[in-house]
Protein backbone atom coordinates (compact mmCIF):
# COMPACT_ATOMS: atom_id res chain seq x y z
CA UNK A 1 0.00 0.00 0.00
CA UNK A 2 1.41 3.47 -1.29
CA UNK A 3 0.15 6.40 0.49
CA UNK A 4 0.93 9.39 -1.47
CA UNK A 5 0.34 12.04 0.82
CA UNK A 6 -0.37 11.29 4.01
CA UNK A 7 0.69 13.69 7.68
CA UNK A 8 -2.14 12.14 9.95
CA UNK A 9 -3.82 9.32 11.18
CA UNK A 10 -6.16 7.53 13.66
CA UNK A 11 -5.08 4.29 15.86
CA UNK A 12 -7.84 2.70 17.28
CA UNK A 13 -7.38 1.01 20.87
CA UNK A 14 -9.17 -2.06 21.64
CA UNK A 15 -12.48 -0.49 21.66
CA UNK A 16 -13.12 0.56 17.94
CA UNK A 17 -14.86 3.91 19.98
CA UNK A 18 -11.57 5.18 21.18
CA UNK A 19 -8.92 6.66 18.41
CA UNK A 20 -5.91 8.52 19.15
CA UNK A 21 -4.40 11.09 16.53
CA UNK A 22 -1.36 11.10 15.45
CA UNK A 23 1.96 12.68 12.97
CA UNK A 24 2.98 10.29 10.46
CA UNK A 25 5.31 10.43 7.31
CA UNK A 26 4.97 8.27 4.52
CA UNK A 27 8.05 7.32 1.98
CA UNK A 28 6.87 5.17 -0.51
CA UNK A 29 6.05 2.13 1.41
CA UNK A 30 7.77 2.73 4.55
CA UNK A 31 5.27 4.56 6.95
CA UNK A 32 6.83 6.10 10.25
CA UNK A 33 4.48 7.35 12.80
CA UNK A 34 5.77 9.72 15.87
CA UNK A 35 5.02 9.84 19.51
CA UNK A 36 5.55 12.20 22.01
CA UNK A 37 5.84 9.12 24.85
CA UNK A 38 6.30 5.50 24.39
CA UNK A 39 3.26 4.72 26.41
CA UNK A 40 1.39 6.05 23.26
CA UNK A 41 1.61 3.31 21.48
CA UNK A 42 2.84 -0.54 22.13
CA UNK A 43 4.32 -3.16 19.37
CA UNK A 44 0.75 -5.16 17.87
CA UNK A 45 0.51 -7.66 15.47
CA UNK A 46 -2.72 -6.40 14.46
CA UNK A 47 -4.42 -2.68 14.68
CA UNK A 48 -6.89 -0.73 13.44
CA UNK A 49 -5.47 2.41 11.31
CA UNK A 50 -7.25 4.93 9.64
CA UNK A 51 -4.92 6.88 7.47
CA UNK A 52 -6.07 10.66 5.80
CA UNK A 53 -4.07 10.92 2.59
CA UNK A 54 -4.92 14.04 0.45
CA UNK A 55 -5.09 11.77 -2.89
CA UNK A 56 -6.24 8.69 -2.09
CA UNK A 57 -8.89 9.50 1.21
CA UNK A 58 -9.52 8.01 4.09
CA UNK A 59 -7.69 4.90 4.11
CA UNK A 60 -9.32 2.25 6.90
CA UNK A 61 -6.21 -0.60 7.08
CA UNK A 62 -5.13 -3.02 9.89
CA UNK A 63 -1.26 -2.81 10.34
CA UNK A 64 1.39 -4.81 12.54
CA UNK A 65 3.28 -1.70 13.85
CA UNK A 66 6.80 -1.53 16.13
CA UNK A 67 7.95 1.00 18.93
CA UNK A 68 11.34 2.51 18.68
CA UNK A 69 13.31 5.61 20.26
CA UNK A 70 13.79 8.36 17.88
CA UNK A 71 17.21 8.76 17.50
CA UNK A 72 17.11 11.44 14.59
CA UNK A 73 17.57 14.84 16.56
CA UNK A 74 16.03 17.10 13.40
CA UNK A 75 12.92 15.55 14.75
CA UNK A 76 10.77 16.61 17.70
CA UNK A 77 9.25 13.13 18.66
CA UNK A 78 11.66 10.88 21.18
CA UNK A 79 9.44 8.40 20.04
CA UNK A 80 8.62 6.17 16.28
CA UNK A 81 6.74 3.41 15.16
CA UNK A 82 7.59 1.46 12.14
CA UNK A 83 4.37 0.37 10.35
CA UNK A 84 3.43 -2.51 7.92
CA UNK A 85 0.01 -2.24 6.40
CA UNK A 86 -1.99 -6.06 6.42
CA UNK A 87 -4.64 -5.12 5.25
CA UNK A 88 -6.65 -2.42 3.37
CA UNK A 89 -10.47 -2.87 4.56
CA UNK A 90 -11.58 0.54 2.99
CA UNK A 91 -10.78 3.24 0.93
CA UNK A 92 -13.53 6.24 1.45
CA UNK A 93 -12.86 8.86 -0.91
CA UNK A 94 -11.65 12.72 0.17
CA UNK A 95 -13.01 14.48 -2.56
CA UNK A 96 -17.34 14.04 -1.30
CA UNK A 97 -17.97 17.66 -2.12
CA UNK A 98 -16.97 20.51 -5.06
CA UNK A 99 -14.15 22.63 -4.45
CA UNK A 100 -13.69 25.80 -5.94
CA UNK A 101 -10.00 27.82 -6.06
CA UNK A 102 -10.15 30.95 -4.14
CA UNK A 103 -7.00 33.43 -3.28
CA UNK A 104 -8.63 35.10 0.15
CA UNK A 105 -6.55 36.32 3.17
CA UNK A 106 -8.23 35.59 6.24
CA UNK A 107 -7.04 36.33 10.16
CA UNK A 108 -7.16 32.60 11.63
CA UNK A 109 -7.46 32.14 15.04
CA UNK A 110 -5.82 28.77 17.09
CA UNK A 111 -7.26 27.41 19.57
CA UNK A 112 -3.73 26.46 20.61
CA UNK A 113 -1.34 28.77 18.78
CA UNK A 114 -3.55 31.98 18.63
CA UNK A 115 -3.96 34.62 15.74
CA UNK A 116 -1.88 33.98 12.41
CA UNK A 117 -3.19 35.20 9.00
CA UNK A 118 -3.71 32.67 6.02
CA UNK A 119 -4.66 32.52 2.87
CA UNK A 120 -7.46 30.39 1.60
CA UNK A 121 -6.48 28.42 -1.39
CA UNK A 122 -9.73 25.96 -2.03
CA UNK A 123 -12.82 25.68 -0.43
CA UNK A 124 -16.15 23.50 -0.41
CA UNK A 125 -19.39 22.46 2.00
CA UNK A 126 -17.28 19.99 3.72
CA UNK A 127 -13.59 22.47 4.36
CA UNK A 128 -10.80 24.01 3.12
CA UNK A 129 -7.45 24.34 2.68
CA UNK A 130 -5.58 27.40 3.43
CA UNK A 131 -1.46 28.48 3.62
CA UNK A 132 0.14 30.19 6.50
CA UNK A 133 3.47 31.02 7.54
CA UNK A 134 2.30 30.15 11.19
CA UNK A 135 2.95 26.35 12.12
CA UNK A 136 0.08 25.01 13.00
CA UNK A 137 -0.75 21.28 13.97
CA UNK A 138 -3.07 18.40 12.87
CA UNK A 139 -6.14 17.85 15.57
CA UNK A 140 -5.77 21.76 16.25
CA UNK A 141 -9.24 23.80 15.74
CA UNK A 142 -9.05 27.18 14.22
CA UNK A 143 -12.01 30.01 13.48
CA UNK A 144 -12.42 32.52 10.86
CA UNK A 145 -14.92 34.94 9.83
CA UNK A 146 -16.09 35.11 5.91
CA UNK A 147 -18.85 36.65 3.78
CA UNK A 148 -21.28 34.52 1.94
CA UNK A 149 -24.25 35.36 0.21
CA UNK A 150 -23.87 38.64 2.47
CA UNK A 151 -24.15 37.23 5.28
CA UNK A 152 -20.70 36.93 7.49
CA UNK A 153 -20.25 33.47 9.68
CA UNK A 154 -17.88 32.52 12.24
CA UNK A 155 -16.77 29.32 10.75
CA UNK A 156 -14.80 26.65 12.87
CA UNK A 157 -12.91 23.77 11.11
CA UNK A 158 -10.28 20.63 12.36
CA UNK A 159 -6.94 20.06 10.61
CA UNK A 160 -6.73 16.73 9.30
CA UNK A 161 -3.51 17.20 7.26
CA UNK A 162 -0.68 19.13 6.44
CA UNK A 163 2.37 19.83 4.45
CA UNK A 164 5.47 21.70 4.97
CA UNK A 165 6.70 24.02 2.00
CA UNK A 166 10.57 24.30 1.84
CA UNK A 167 9.87 28.47 2.18
CA UNK A 168 9.36 28.57 5.39
CA UNK A 169 4.69 28.45 5.07
CA UNK A 170 2.89 25.17 5.67
CA UNK A 171 -0.61 24.14 4.10
CA UNK A 172 -3.56 22.92 5.74
CA UNK A 173 -6.59 20.97 4.73
CA UNK A 174 -9.27 21.31 7.58
CA UNK A 175 -13.10 19.51 7.44
CA UNK A 176 -15.63 22.18 8.93
CA UNK A 177 -17.34 21.25 12.34
CA UNK A 178 -20.80 22.62 13.73
CA UNK A 179 -21.51 25.21 10.73
CA UNK A 180 -23.91 27.73 11.81
CA UNK A 181 -27.42 27.65 10.72
CA UNK A 182 -27.54 28.52 6.74
CA UNK A 183 -23.76 28.62 6.26
CA UNK A 184 -23.54 25.51 4.43
CA UNK A 185 -26.56 26.52 2.18
CA UNK A 186 -24.77 30.04 1.35
CA UNK A 187 -21.15 27.95 1.05
CA UNK A 188 -23.14 25.36 -1.57
CA UNK A 189 -24.40 28.42 -3.52
CA UNK A 190 -20.96 30.43 -3.03
CA UNK A 191 -19.36 26.95 -4.70
CA UNK A 192 -21.86 26.75 -7.23
CA UNK A 193 -21.39 30.32 -8.17
CA UNK A 194 -17.64 30.45 -8.43
CA UNK A 195 -17.57 27.17 -10.31
CA UNK A 196 -19.88 29.26 -12.98
CA UNK A 197 -17.88 32.22 -12.97
CA UNK A 198 -20.68 34.16 -10.74
CA UNK A 199 -19.48 34.44 -7.45
CA UNK A 200 -19.96 37.47 -5.48
Given at each position: ????????????ESDDTV?????????????TIY??????????????????????????????????RNYDSSVPEPWIADCGV??????????????????EEVVIHSFKRGECRGDVQNISEGGLYFITGTRLGCDDTIEFDYVFVETEYRLK????????????????GCEFTGLPKGAKRDIKQYVFRKQHGRAW
Open positions: MVLNNCTVCSIYQKRFRVKCNGEQIMKRENDLSDSERMRIDFFDGQIGCVRTYCEISVRLEVTEIVQGRRYLRVKMEAIILREEDFRDGRYGY
